[in-house]
């Protein structure tokens, strides 16, 4: 029986770290673009995309922001896009699916409770920041929840459907699986559902290989065959978890959104270079990576030409 192959997912910026960290990190549109199209070439299947200011740096879910580089994209790449319906702890259900809707995007991010998400310590590891908006957006996470409530779970699901958009379900916790197979059981997902384990974030469960295994028990017990899954550690976590979730049947997810290092205390060059890590990682193993059109038919995905860009 063939193995099933393992898809790629690049998280190319993110909205956590900051332009101060690290000068690899893309916020132009220009560099969030050829730093995705690198990516897919260097094996990511999906490319999951937040968007940013394109002066400053700061995370934006305007669609105007989400524009100029995903024309680019399209055109250079067969990539899935995955548009993140994160992007900011502080704004509404209704803005945070706005660029998803505007775009028709194959995939989506949708996370599956809400819960504290904080990145407050990274603010003592600097001195000087690039930008003023910075210290404070990361000292002051301390006292934010990200809000996903069932009544905004509801909101996303059936805005979104009639788009026929994928959701990758970010479960940062075993309550959030639980979460999730409330909402498919009331009829708001649809099989294959495709679960991102999200391990390490401080407010989350640890990015240990014994959650990870409770993680994917859970899910079996609640979701049996009906669904797929990756993983998504952060830090220096990423590629060690993204090794066992190879060797486990899953798919993996890297990226400078999730970690800005290649390698314990050495900052990454770009996001092709994690991209290629993992490939080689995985095909030494004995796993195969899987194109982008090979992660449509994994994932059940309607097709790069239904989306409006």
Request: glycine share 8%.
């Amino acid at each position: 029986m063939a193995k099933q192959k393992t898809v790629i997912t690049c998280a190319v910026t993110g909205a956590i770290h900051t332009p101060t960290m690290s000068d690899a990190l893309p916020y132009t549109y220009d560099d969030i673009a050829t730093q995705a199209i690198d990516a897919a070439e260097a094996g990511a299947s999906i490319l999951h995309l937040h968007a940013r200011n394109n002066e400053t740096g700061a995370p934006s879910v305007d669609p105007e922001d989400f524009k100029p580089f995903l024309g680019r994209i399209k055109q250079a790449t067969d990539a899935v896009v995955n548009i993140s319906t994160g992007g900011s702890l502080t704004l509404s259900i209704q803005d945070r699916i706005n660029p998803a809707a505007t775009f028709s995007a194959e995939m989506c991010s949708m996370n599956m409770g809400s819960m504290n998400f904080s990145f407050h310590p990274l603010a003592k590891r600097y001195d000087d920041w690039k930008f003023d908006w910075e210290k404070d957006y990361v000292a002051n996470s301390d006292g934010n929840i990200f809000r996903n409530t069932f009544r905004d779970i509801k909101e996303a699901a059936t805005t979104l459907a009639p788009h026929d958009i994928k959701f990758e379900h970010e479960c940062y916790d075993v309550g959030h699986l639980y979460n999730l197979k409330f909402c498919v059981d009331i009829g708001l997902f649809k099989a294959p559902i495709f679960i991102q384990f999200v391990m390490g974030i401080l407010g989350g469960i640890g990015a240990d290989i014994e959650n990870l295994v409770f993680m994917k028990k859970t899910a079996d017990k609640l979701f049996g065959d009906s669904y797929r899954w990756s993983v998504l550690a952060a830090g220096s976590a990423q590629t060690p978890l993204a090794a066992a979730a190879a060797q486990m049947g899953g798919h993996v997810r890297v990226g400078l959104e999730d970690s800005l290092f290649i390698s314990r205390g050495v900052l990454a060059e770009s996001n092709a270079q994690q991209v290629a890590k993992v490939r080689k990682i995985i095909e030494e193993l004995g796993c195969e990576v899987a194109t982008p059109d090979e992660a449509r038919e994994i994932l059940g995905l309607k097709g790069g030409d239904r989306v409006n860009f």
